[in-house]
């Protein structure tokens, strides 16, 4: 049961800690080293399942990834700035953090997967890596339209060499060249400790999300409805298109699960450069206050849940 | 010991700006800066965290008047709407003033 | 361009104020605050160490002239005797003089 | 023999680098996060073992624990404001200090009993949550009496929520709901690598406490003295408490160590807020400087001997 | 409240000198100091890392103007062509003035 | 194949990352931790096999590997002081970088060595901490002569208390005295650990090199040139004395990295001390940005395919 499992515990337990206003904090620098190796991990395992099959089968499902991508800041868009009467910048913006993805989350839906016995498409990672870009692009296109002014060298580097993303594509690189056996030396760190190093994670976590609390209050309930209503739909398209693609109930959920989950990491850095006059407490509050404890708390099993009633046998 | 007089301008802004702020500093005429990594709170909320998601950093620039005063007014102008930021002068006295630019002020 | 001045409260004492502090800004009318970690050592000695133990923490307000003697005396009432602190206040030339309170000094 | 443990020579070597003035030092992130990880470790062990037996036939024992919570600091203020001439503030702070527990200590002897293959009960962290924090209300009351003057509110989170004791409860909470299957998969990092951190956590220790020994010459003899004596005599009123509960051999090891140990973690920061005016290097330059150094070296293989007498099989 | 001047003496430099530094400092009369980390860059370029091996640090002695002069020089006369540093001055209030040095300048 | 070992890979995505401009660095305490792991680890190792063994057969080694480590410098000196045009100060300091040894390096060569399935001397430890210390002295007395101005015991903390010998020596003083037994409770931490730790060191180090990267442009050619010819004329040496010392192909193949090797923990900072007037960005820019890479890259696989020459069965 996932309330049960340990490392999602930890982030009950930074949310109380929060809630109680202790002063425990992970220093930054822990935290920095705690989603570096997070981020290599998951890379590195992806990769490591890439160097085990050929790549091109992979292609059309990698494309129609990218494609959700390119969609669901499209359609977060218009409810935001339409609907929640945003101001075009934050609407674009929020529609990027909630068109990428939560590595972070990833973790979680991984690690419950594996808790749960459900076996899923292990180069899931490389989805991941794929979700991170596309909804910045779409949302810079949003704030700023295809005007001159953009200088999209710079902003490309920001995008792609942002450290979220080096990790990840790099640990993937590296898998792949690696394969199991050349990575089988680092795997004491970067396999073993996971878990513990995830649950680290989640303790912080759950501070931050506490510390949002405040902003959102000022955000108003229509951006506090938006941060649970909107991932649900997008797990609807994500575990549809899952469903699709024909992958495995277990990989159906964890697609569903990563167009539910919002950036925190890729997204807000880009932006911030590429869209400054958008609020970045509005996004962050959204994503990390209410859409990733929603996720990891209640999302998960209930796309699950969801999954199991399509394939009544499996999952 | 003969004293010179120059301006000391810190800024204190989000470290998101780091780089692309470094990089104005120095077009402006900056000879050297100094960075430490900080927290704080002002009139966009809390900075306090690691990852650089909300971190604050604060940046400290000795030059003559004149330099500290085209980063001040080009800091206001193309930061100050958008970014958390916040900046001060004072005068300092300095031993070798010409490491800091001739003072034209 | 147009400065005007206010007045720079530097607070460097013990981690452990720290919480406690802040409210008393606050309350006393700073509308922001820089906190850098820092060490050192003073009249109670060497202060340098990780888990709050006898770490430092080094705070400056930019405010207005009268809340920065506020600050600066109810710290002296309130800390001096029993906590690692010291204080000192300098002027400095703000853009923005609004944010910073306006000078009633 | 314990002076051959390596972790307790890693203590050795901090000793020695800081007394030869090496500039070695663990940098302060990296301190709290060795910190970090031993309290939720230890906590989790202990609720794992709670999670292994009812509850209420510990209550007793636990009960008998809190009072000697409360016993030990009333011992040792008369002894510091009488005959140690120290201010009442003072004296009650230190008492504090040494009514409560060193959380580095008690690793130090299950590492230490462990190596020797001497088993004890393994839901003595549960011990060490209770004792952490009735010394430091006995405190509070011995420097301010029961005037109004106190915001216990306030206090009552300063001692509850304090780092050390959120990840020490919050380890154990979690260990307890989970239980050991529950906790296993992040056993890699809070079990497997326990040790290991433990060594580098010593390194720091001892670099830690070569740096008091500035602040303890100025304390004067009566206070090392006395940082030797109260530990002895704690040992033996523990020891004794862990005979009459019934407690295994290395239990009672185990709890003489609790009770000779002296906190530097949850009382210092405590007492800094409640009581403002007692000097906390005094506190810090006994526990760090003398109690803790005299326990992993001396103290816990003497009470280990010295239980060994009571029970000549076993132990 | 009654202030009282002193001097406030800023050095920025290589974190290599800190402990020679430091005994310097006190054997002038400096009565305390605060350090906080730093990185930054200079006429000896880009100082950012960890382990010590460029990085900075930024220290601070409040002091009469006396003591802080004779700092000063010192530094500029053994510190100054080997080693990565500046240094600036600046008048600051402070509360209790005893506790930096009687003002003898 | 070298290039393939993953811990490699770390380097070259440091490298990679590093000439992109992406903002990835390791914080600085993380750095500070990985290479405190890795120095005792590097320690411990030795130790354990040295308690494994007599010693007193391996004081010949150790008296010419000293040797060797004071005739480094000596060799270095005259071509940058003389061919290189370097001022006396820099000539003296960069030759003492290279006299010395680079604990990272050693760390790869072990690493690559037991990839390969190469067996070699387990105690060579002992002769990266035997290098370290002979080259600075040398430097110094190049740089300075032998007058009276040298504050020598003041120098000789800096030399010998740096916080890289104090872990190095003071890991091998551990391992020695606990065994392999003794040390077995931590190897979790300094062992399974090791290469995961090594491959975060590695991915800092590539960024490191590439940020040294301006400083060697503005040093020249020569000194460019000297980064990589030295070590290959070191390793000559170093090979040749394996040999001449009977050590095993493997030992072989660490001797001559070693010799290849350019220290940047312990002489930059005695150096700094000692010869301030000295250039430092000169000598780290050569053995960080040039010698380093090079050595891992490339002279290792080097250096083995040249003694496997000279044993064609074995290595
Ligand atoms: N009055 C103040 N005094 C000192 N620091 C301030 C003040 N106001 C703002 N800051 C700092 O400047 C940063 C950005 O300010 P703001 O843009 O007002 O949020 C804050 O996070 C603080 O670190
Ligand atoms: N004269 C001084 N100059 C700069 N910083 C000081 C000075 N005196 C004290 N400090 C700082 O203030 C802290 C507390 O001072 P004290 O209460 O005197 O121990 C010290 O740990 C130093 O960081
Ligand atoms: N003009 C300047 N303003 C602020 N800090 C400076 C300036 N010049 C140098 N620094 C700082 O002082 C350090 C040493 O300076 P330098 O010896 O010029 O390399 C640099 O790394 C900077 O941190
Ligand atoms: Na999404
Ligand atoms: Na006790
Ligand atoms: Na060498």
């Given amino acids: ?137 779409v949302g810079i296109l949003l704030a700023r339209g295809w005007n001159a002014g953009h200088r999209w060298g710079e902003l490309g580097r920001e995008i792609f060499l942002g450290k979220g993303v080096v990790l990840l594509a790099g640990g993937l690189l590296i898998g792949w060249v690696a394969g199991a056996d050349g990575v089988q030396p680092i795997g004491a760190l970067f396999f073993d400790l996971f878990k ?103 999302g998960i099993p209930l796309y699950h849940a969801a999954v199991r009633l399509l394939y009544p046998d499996g999952a | 010991m003969h004293t010179e007089t120059r301006t000391l301008l810190t800024v204190v802004c989000e470290a998101s700006v780091a780089s692309r702020l470094i990089a104005d500093l120095e077009r402006l005429g900056a000879r050297g800066y100094t960075i430490t990594e900080a927290r704080g709170k002002g009139g966009r909320g809390v900075r306090d965290a690691g990852w650089d998601r909300s971190a604050n950093l604060r940046l400290e620039v000795v030059c003559d008047a004149a330099t500290a005063h085209a980063i001040a007014s080009h800091l206001r102008d193309h930061y100050y709407d958008h970014f958390a930021m916040i900046l001060f002068l004072a005068e300092v006295k300095v031993l070798r003033a010409r490491k800091f630019g001739s003072d034209t002020a």
């Avoid at chain 1, 206003?21 to 997070?38: G, H, I, K, N």
């Avoid at chain 1, 680290?200 to 209050?217: C, H, K, N, T, Y």
């Avoid at chain 1, 991932?231 to 167009?259: E, F, H, K, N, Q």
Wanted: glycine share 10%; aromatic share 8%; with cysteine.
């Fill in chain 1, 1 to 137: 049961m996932s309330a049960l499992d340990p490392v999602v515990l930890f982030f009950v337990l930074g949310v109380a800690a929060g809630l109680m206003r202790s002063d425990l904090r992970l220093p930054s620098a822990v935290y920095e080293f705690v989603t570096m190796v997070l981020l290599l991990a998951i890379g590195l395992k992806g990769g490591v399942e890439l160097s085990r099959q050929p790549l091109a089968p992979l292609v059309p499902q990698m494309l129609a990834v990218v494609a959700m991508g390119l969609l669901l800041p499209l359609l977060a868009y218009p409810v935001l700035h339409h609907a929640g009467k945003l101001a075009r910048a934050d609407a674009a913006s929020i529609a990027a953090h909630y068109g990428s993805v939560s590595v972070g989350t990833y973790a979680v839906v991984a690690a419950y997967l594996s808790a749960q016995g459900v076996a899923f498409e292990e180069y899931m990672p490389v989805f991941v890596v794929l979700l991170e870009v596309p909804a910045i692009v």
């Fill in chain 1, 196 to 298: 513990g190093i995830l649950a680290l994670f989640l303790l912080e976590m759950g501070l931050i999300a506490v510390s949002q609390l405040g902003d959102l209050r000022r955000c108003g309930l229509f951006l506090g409805g938006f941060a649970i209503g909107f991932p649900l739909l997008a797990a609807l398209i994500g575990g549809t298109l899952g469903w699709v693609l024909g992958l495995s109930p277990g990989g159906t959920v964890v697609l569903a699960t990563l167009a539910a989950s919002a950036s925190y990491i890729a997204v807000p850095a880009a932006m911030r450069m590429a869209v400054p006059q958008a609020n970045p407490s509005l996004s962050l509050a959204a994503a990390l206050g209410v859409t990733f404890p929603f996720n990891i708390l209640i």
